[in-house]
Nanobody, 122 residues
Framework: VQLVESGGGSVQSGGSLRLSCVSS????????MAWFRQAPGKGREGVAA???????LYADSVKGRFTISRDNAKNTLYLQMNNLKPEDTATYYC?????????????????WGRGTQVTVSS
């Protein structure tokens, strides 16, 4: 399975970006999908996830600002990011898991994209 992210960029604090992730999976509708991020010198952090059954999870740090959605007809996962803050600066990764969604834990996801950079300046 290949996952290809796009939509990253540089914005000022308070700005918005929408990330996209296209999956090559033939069984995309049966996969649980997620966004993770990693800032320089920090570990990989779960941001949001959309389960195959409609379950949605968000990290506390992005609740109310980020919205995850998926279009199964297009094999595409989205992350709408509003009111961006400098602490949101990171490389954002799309991840897939061929099973139900339980928690936002990186080891549970077995397919990963290469990432897209998001930089928020103050």
């Amino acid at each position: 399975v290949q996952l290809v992210e796009s939509g990253g960029g540089s914005v000022q604090s308070g700005g918005s970006l929408r990330l996209s992730c296209v999956s090559s999976s033939w069984a995309y509708s049966r996969d649980s999908m997620a966004w993770f991020r990693q800032a320089p010198g920090k570990g990989r952090e779960g941001v949001a996830a959309a389960g195959r059954d409609g379950k949605i999870l968000y990290a506390d740090s992005v609740k109310g600002r980020f919205t995850i959605s998926r279009d199964n007809a297009k094999n595409t996962l989205y992350l709408q990011m509003n009111n961006l803050k400098p602490e949101d600066t990171a490389t954002y990764y799309c991840a897939a898991r061929g099973g139900p969604l339980s928690t936002l834990s990186a080891p549970l996801f077995n397919n990963w994209g290469r990432g897209t950079q998001v930089t928020v300046s103050s």
